[in-house]
């Protein structure tokens, strides 16, 4: 059974930085694409970045390309988010998913999912 574990969340003001951390228990962590998206109150979760199998390929949004940072570690089943130069406009929960290709940008892409964490950024 895939369980995922989001870590890493917190309070930071404009322009720091934080790194997610999403761990995988289950036996599946290594054979599927990885996301991570978001939801702030009142909108639709939405697609941050995105991971092959492998990790040679990555995905973003427009908006934090160049920001964010997917990478993973299959060996430790570990999957990070490295985020800088936060915004306000950032601010969201933000969910692990796996189960999916890594390029899938819609929720239903993707079988699996953590609780999240909040990520609060203040200006």
């Known amino acids: 059974q895939v369980q995922l574990v989001e870590s890493g969340g917190g309070s930071v003001q404009a322009g720091g930085s934080l790194r997610l951390s999403c761990a995988d228990s289950?036996?599946?962590?290594?054979?599927?694409?990885m996301g991570w998206f978001r939801q702030a109150p009142g909108k639709e979760r939405e697609f941050v970045a995105g991971?092959?199998?492998?990790?040679?390929?990555?995905y973003y949004q427009d908006s934090v390309k160049g920001r964010f940072t997917i990478s993973r570690d299959n060996a430790k089943e570990l999957v990070y988010l490295q985020m800088n130069r936060l915004n306000p406009e950032d601010t969201a929960v933000y969910y692990c998913?796996?189960?999916?290709?890594?390029?899938?940008?819609?929720?239903?892409?993707?079988?699996?999912w953590g609780q999240g964490t909040q990520v609060t950024v203040s200006s």
């Open positions: 998913a796996a189960g999916g290709t890594g390029w899938g940008r819609r929720p239903d892409d993707y079988a699996y």
């Open positions: 289950g036996p599946k962590f290594s054979r599927s694409g």
């Open positions: 991971i092959t199998r492998s990790g040679a390929n990555t």
